[in-house]
């Protein structure tokens, strides 16, 4: 098997409280009928959690725990992250190269964040991508609806072509990852 599921910063912090992001309950559910199918399939599934040296996510809080209804799997590979890129100063692309992986599934928070961030860093690696464009969510700005800005992320991830490969905003009703 090919490909990878990341899912990034479904987190206690993000997923509830004051910092919820729009559609967390919704989001989560789509993230585990995505996560059970590449199980299924034999797909990686990477749960990437952000931490920070104080605040909400700082490590080990109950904020940088992964949300409860998050479907886990003793076979996941879980990843420690300090900034918006999953890839800068983790084991991320180690952990790909030595699975032999080449496409990625992408899904979690926030969208115009970690998601958008780690989806144009896989792309410049080389890396088609599945954005899952239900899967992924943020909160409210100043200027846009978390919607909006969600929506605003699956139109511009899947234009960019300068990388090479692209990335598609697919639903997670409609993902499929072949055995």
Known sequence: MDTALL???????????????????????????VSRLARSAG??????????????????????????????????TRIRKTATDSFHDTQLLATLQARGIRRLVICGFQSEFCVDTTTRRALALGYPVTLVADGHSTLDNSVLTAAQI??????????????????????????????
Not at 9 to 32: K, M, P, T, W, Y
Not at 54 to 76: E, F, R, T
């Open 43 to 76: 797909a990686l599934v990477i749960i990437i959690q952000h931490e920070a040296q104080s605040g909400p996510l700082m490590h080990g809080s109950d904020g940088w725990k992964v949300d409860p209804a998050l479907d886990l799997a003793p076979s996941d």
């Open 150 to 179: 969600s929506a605003h992320h699956n139109e511009t991830l899947s234009n960019i072509g300068s990388f090479g490969p692209r990335a598609q905003a697919v639903r997670a009703a409609d993902v499929r990852i072949d055995a």
């Open 7 to 33: 899912i990034i910063d479904a987190q206690q912090a993000l997923s509830c409280g004051a910092d919820e992001v729009f559609d967390a309950r919704g989001v989560i559910d789509r993230i585990n009928r």
